[in-house]
Each structure stands twice: as structure tokens, then as C-alpha cells.
């Protein structure tokens, strides 16, 4: 899997890979890194890429010339790359999204900035949009982080043991329950007796029940998500 980061700002994205389970991704080639800088397309003499709204107001918008020849680059390099924009303006993302594009070959992720980017060009360039919340961010190169991370994790091999995946939250409605690890007691604080009890069906059942719990506190949409595909599987 190749990922492409278009951004005006490549040093904040740069420093992400370079530790632990994304990088060793990177080391055992299960993914790519690349980068495009628009400003390294622009025409103008001092490589502006930015300009005033047409409608008036406050701030600046990126410009379409330069992603325009930027992402045209991009398309005749790999005419199957899968080009997503970042944005407040989209569909949230979630899990299954992430899933999904772990069977893309090339994504690339075009990073906004200022008061974000000529609507046009996304019209002509965007195969999906995605906002990864409801707040504003300073610019797109986050957001991609944020999609790629949750993307690669997807990918066969990334992470050392792929039964990880099963149980996180958002694999199912319910949120993911409490982790502990050992000391069993620390410091006159211990985990819950039954996990230490070998039974592993009574350990799933409480797991669940936390699960629960935890949703119900923190999530309640998904609680009544899980309660309605359990009624269907009865």
C-alpha cells in the first residue's frame, strides 16, 4: 500500500513514522510513504498558493492552479490512485471506512490550509471526503494522520498479532472493555477477580458487561446499536 500526503507542510506528517508500529510497516515494505507539495506547482513567481475568496470575507483559499497540475501529476503517475480530501465539510469517518480502504492499492490524502480549498478542485479530483470530527483543525495534515494510522492497522501484517483487530472497539456497537496488565494488585488496587479465575467464558460474559457499561456511559448510541443487532441474531 502506497500513501501519498499532498500538503504544503511535509515535516509535520515526516516525524509520525518514525517509530514504532508504522515504521516498522514501512521497514518490512507493507507500506509506502510519499509526499507532493503543491507549492512546488505553482506558477506564480514567489509559489503562491493561495489567494483571496471571489465571494469576499476574512482569510485566504487555496487556489485550484497548483493542485490542479499537482494532482494531474499524481494521476498520470498512477491513474488508480485513490484520491480523498480532508475536510469538515464531509461524511465522518469511521472503522469501517478504514477497513474498506485497506484494500486500496495508492490513497492519496490532500491536506487543506487556510480557509481551505477551491470547491473546484475537489469536484474534479475526489474519489471520497472525509472529516474525521465535528471541530476545526488548522489544516488537513492531522486528519490524514489520523486516516492513515486507522487505515494500516487494516493492512495484513502491520500489526504483529492480528487478533488485536477482533477486539478493539468499533468492531462491534459495543465500546472495547477495561485492559489491565500484570501486576494482578498494584499498589492495594486489583483487577477484577474473575479475570483471574481461568474461566474464560465467565471472563467474556463480564467483558461484555463492561463493554456495556462503558458504552452506556460514554457512548449510548452504540449501546442501543449493540442492543438492536442482539435482537436480531435471537
Do not use: W
Amino acid at each position: 500500500m502506497t500513501f501519498t500526503f499532498v500538503t504544503l507542510f511535509q515535516n509535520i506528517i515526516e516525524g509520525y513514522f518514525g517509530d514504532s508500529i508504522l515504521k516498522r510497516a514501512i521497514d518490512n515494505n507493507l507500506i509506502n510513504v510519499e509526499y507532493l507539495n503543491p507549492r512546488d506547482y505553482s506558477l506564480n513567481k514567489h509559489n503562491k498558493v493561495d489567494d483571496t475568496a471571489v465571494s469576499g470575507g476574512a482569510g485566504m483559499v487555496m487556489n485550484p492552479q497548483p493542485l490542479y497540475d499537482c494532482l494531474d501529476d499524481l494521476k498520470q503517475k498512477d491513474m488508480d490512485v485513490h484520491i480523498v480530501f480532508l475536510t469538515p465539510v464531509a461524511k465522518q469517518f469511521n472503522q469501517n471506512d478504514a477497513k474498506r480502504l485497506s484494500k486500496k492499492n495508492h490513497i492519496a490524502f490532500v491536506s487543506g490550509r487556510y480557509e481551505g480549498i477551491d470547491e473546484r478542485v475537489i469536484e474534479r479530483y475526489a474519489d471520497e471526503v472525509y472529516s474525521i470530527g465535528d471541530y476545526i483543525l488548522t489544516g488537513g495534515e492531522l486528519p490524514s494522520m489520523v486516516m492513515c494510522d486507522a487505515i494500516s492497522r487494516n493492512i495484513d501484517g502491520v500489526l504483529g498479532n492480528i487478533e488485536s483487530l477482533d477486539i478493539e472497539s468499533f468492531e462491534t456497537p459495543l465500546l472495547e472493555a477495561p485492559s489491565f496488565s500484570k501486576p494482578a494488585n498494584f499498589r492495594n488496587n486489583s483487577v477484577p477477580k474473575e479475570y483471574l479465575k481461568g474461566n474464560h467464558s465467565r471472563i467474556r460474559s463480564l467483558k461484555i458487561s463492561l463493554s456495556e457499561c462503558k458504552s452506556k456511559f460514554f457512548r449510548p448510541e452504540q449501546l442501543k446499536k449493540h442492543i438492536i443487532r442482539t435482537s436480531y441474531e435471537k
